[in-house]
């Protein structure tokens, strides 16, 4: 059974452009959320989706945008990058009514911008 | 709001020494209690959990006692090893509608053991 997978693993854009990350969700699990993760530092919650609807939000800007697809699967899109947008974007899935018991996280994708 | 206070790092233990890394935490209602590892290059994985006061999670040697009164959730083990050198995170989460399944994370512990 694959746990949650993320691509790509490594990413570098520029100021300014847009970058989108993608997520599957662990076999069985139908909800996914989205953290940030600086240097240094613990995630930070970006948002969660469920029923493929953005069900809540953390303390981010619009430039934050996401998506689920009906096989559970997600995207994350990144506009008009910052500097301060590098760092390590994990995902984590839960089997709906468990998401306060266990998360399952995937090994990330790391951004720079340059 | 809710949040987590955890000790900050680095710890640098030898082989077979005690270890302690302490996490407090304030939190709106009862929160479900975390303790996330994250090996060099990796993504996150769930070391222990605890979701009522007074339960005491436990996993490859590593345990944490839910402490409703003291607000604490440290983490412990008795004897590490080499390979437990990784970066610890401690978490919660609240069962309310607006924050089902958020996760709120510490700064993390940079913990060496040497052999």
């Known amino acids: 059974d694959a746990g949650v997978t993320q691509s790509p693993t490594h990413l570098i854009k520029t100021r300014g452009q847009q970058v989108t990350l993608r997520c599957s969700p662990k076999s069985g699990h139908d909800t996914v959320s989205w953290y940030q993760q600086a240097l240094g530092q613990g995630p930070q919650f970006i948002f969660q989706y469920y029923e493929e609807e953005e069900r809540q939000r953390g303390n981010f800007p619009d430039r934050f945008s996401g998506h689920q697809f009906p096989n559970y699967s997600s995207e994350l899109n990144v506009n008009a990058l910052l500097l301060g947008d590098s760092a390590l974007y994990l995902c984590?899935?839960?089997?709906?009514?468990?998401?306060?018991?266990?998360?399952?996280f995937g090994p990330g994708t790391r951004l720079t911008v340059l | 709001g809710d949040s987590v206070t955890q000790m900050e790092g680095p710890v640098t233990l030898s082989e077979e020494a005690f270890l302690t890394i302490n996490c407090t935490y304030t939190?709106?209602?009862?929160?479900?209690l975390f303790w996330y590892v994250q090996y060099p290059g990796e993504g996150l994985q769930l070391l222990l959990k605890a979701t009522k006061a007074d339960d005491k999670g436990s996993n490859k040697g590593f345990e944490a006692t839910y402490r409703k009164e003291t607000t604490s959730f440290h983490l412990e083990k008795g004897s590490v090893q080499v390979s437990d050198s990784a970066v610890y995170f401690c978490a919660l989460s609240v069962n309310r509608g607006s924050t089902l399944g958020r996760l709120y994370f510490g700064r993390g512990t940079q913990l060496t053991v040497w052999p």
């Open positions: 984590a899935s839960s089997p709906e009514g468990k998401a306060t018991d266990t998360q399952y």
């Open positions: 939190a709106t209602g009862y929160p479900s």
